[in-house]
């Protein structure tokens, strides 16, 4: 196929593939099933906690940044208020560190 026929391929997909996805929002926009219906209240009137389908909770966040750093004082976080008494860095037989070891290759 030559160049020049290709790029209206591109166009054209986009399109028919948004068509398609616009067909498939109207689809279920007619109203919600009785049991998601159920399911969201269920989840509503809960502990609050997360959905049983969801199996994993896969949180990527910045170079030289804790998971507790950056969520520890969300509400319900069991964080940085507590951090003292559970953040002694042991060796691998468990022995406290009595200074944090250096990184290899560092200074």
């Known amino acids: 196929m030559h160049r020049h026929s290709r790029t209206w391929l591109i166009p054209l997909a986009c399109t028919l593939t948004s068509l398609a996805l616009i067909a498939c929002q109207r689809e279920q926009s007619t109203g919600p099933s009785p049991a998601l219906d159920?399911?969201?209240?269920?989840a509503d009137e809960g502990?609050?906690?997360?959905?049983?389908?969801?199996?994993?909770?896969?949180?990527?966040?910045?170079?030289?940044?804790?998971?507790d750093n950056l969520y520890g004082e969300f509400g319900g976080a069991d964080g940085l208020s507590n951090a003292a008494a559970t953040s002694t860095q042991v060796d691998a037989t468990g022995t406290p560190f009595a200074t944090l070891p250096q990184v290899s290759g560092s200074p």
């Open 38 to 42: 159920a399911e969201r209240r269920a």
């Open 47 to 67: 502990d609050g906690g997360i959905p049983g389908r969801l199996q994993h909770l896969v949180v990527i966040y910045l170079e030289n940044r804790s998971f």
